[in-house]
């Protein structure tokens, strides 16, 4: 056994080697001590010493997870999280009460974008707790007076960096726009937590979102990618799919171009309204059995 010096007395060596009962592994403590020390580190060896933390049981599974997550965030970039322009829901700048009422109540978010007659001129932010104050006095309603200002941010910017603004501004959500300016999608704090700690559900989230749902008023809300098959199998009906796969194909060739926002079409038998749309495809449709 080999001894060290210390105050002119010999002590034993701690043995890393071979001993009598097998080879001995450093342990965590020490490892993490000659980190601390100053011993060289990329980011490779720190994550196999938490993965060795986390196989002892010095810290769980779920913190290793985290720590994991917190440390990709500085790779990914808003495009990685954003929700694309295609799932956003946004409200015209020129809806009424009764409009802007209908949207927030179908979709359950709390912030909506407002843009002008172009889709990629956003002029604010609407929070839905704004709208309290009106619901007994709507004529009073002037949604331009209600926009806070909406937040605008790059697709490549790092999401740690927009993490320190959303912190910094006390801000909750930003329009992404792309290198021509136009609307690519919307994040916000919470898409990016979600990148650290996994998928946050809250009271709006189905743990499987039905593509059909059911109203209390008889009437039907439908995702417009339902396929026609799954929609028949629901309803009894009897739509063909030998030329589109979704309900909503089917319902903008009825209507002969892209329906807006209350565009209806019956259909043998069925009505169909648009309760949400945007520039490129058909999103949501209540259905009523027409009379």
Known sequence: MATLPLGGVLIPAMNEGPSTNGPVR????????QMLAGEPRN???????????????????????????AMEVSDLRVADAMVPRAQMVMIAADANFAEVLATVTESGHSRFPVHGEDKDEIQGILLAKDLLRFHDRSTDFDL????RPATLIPES??????????????????????????VAGLITIEDVLEQIVGEIDDEHDDEEAPQIQPQSDGSYLVDALTPIDAFNAFFESAFSDADFDTIGGLVTDAVGHLPD???????????????????????????????
């Open 144 to 147: 331009k007076r209600l926009l």
């Open 261 to 291: 926002r209350d565009e209806q079409a019956e259909l043998d038998g069925y009505r169909f309204r648009v309760t949400a749309a945007d520039d490129r495809r058909v999103l949501q449709l209540r259905v009523t059995r027409a009379a």
């Open 157 to 182: 910017m790092h999401l740690n960096i927009l993490l320190g603004e959303f912190r910094r501004n006390r801000n909750h959500m930003a329009v992404v726009v792309d290198e021509y300016g136009g």
């Open 26 to 33: 450093r342990s965590f403590w020490s490892r993490l001590g």
């Open 43 to 69: 980011q490779a060896e720190l994550l196999e010493e938490l993965r060795m933390a986390a196989s002892n049981g010095l810290i769980t599974r779920d913190t290793l997870a985290m720590i994991e997550g």
